[in-house]
Nanobody, 128 residues
Framework: QVQPVESGGGLVQAGGSLRLSCAASGRTDSNYVMAWFRQPPGKEREFVAGITWSGSSTFYRESVKGRFTISRDNAKNTMYLQMNSLKPEDTAVYYC?????????????????????WGQGTQVTVSS
């Protein structure tokens, strides 16, 4: 298992864009995704977006739908997160994880269990 390496973060004004990259290995199992998480200042790490091995299924937290796009290039073992229309509340350290198991709880909500290694993360700061 290769430790993920995230890059592409930076300081951007609200409404701007950034593209994050993550070099990481993944799993082909149907119940696993590669995913982006983020940890806002003073808060716990949270799921942002995930993508299956084939790329045929993608998942997003509600607050980033329509603004963020996740993609992957398996030949390069690389995953991307295109972030548009950034908001100050997107400010966080962004991490990727190559092995995230997902499923659905009996009462409906989806869960995400990261099993892969964490990288150093990349800081995204959005100014108002």
């Amino acid at each position: 298992q290769v430790q993920p390496v995230e890059s592409g973060g930076g300081l951007v004004q609200a409404g701007g864009s950034l593209r994050l990259s993550c070099a990481a290995s993944g799993r082909t199992d149907s119940n696993y995704v590669m995913a982006w998480f983020r940890q806002p200042p003073g808060k716990e790490r949270e799921f942002v977006a995930g993508i299956t091995w084939s790329g045929s299924s993608t998942f997003y937290r509600e607050s980033v739908k329509g603004r963020f796009t996740i993609s992957r290039d398996n030949a390069k073992n690389t995953m991307y997160l295109q972030m548009n229309s950034l908001k100050p509340e997107d400010t966080a350290v962004y991490y990727c994880n190559g092995e995230v198991r997902y499923g659905t709880l009996p009462n409906g909500p989806r869960y995400w269990e990261p099993f892969g290694d964490w990288g150093q993360g990349t800081q995204v700061t959005v100014s108002s």
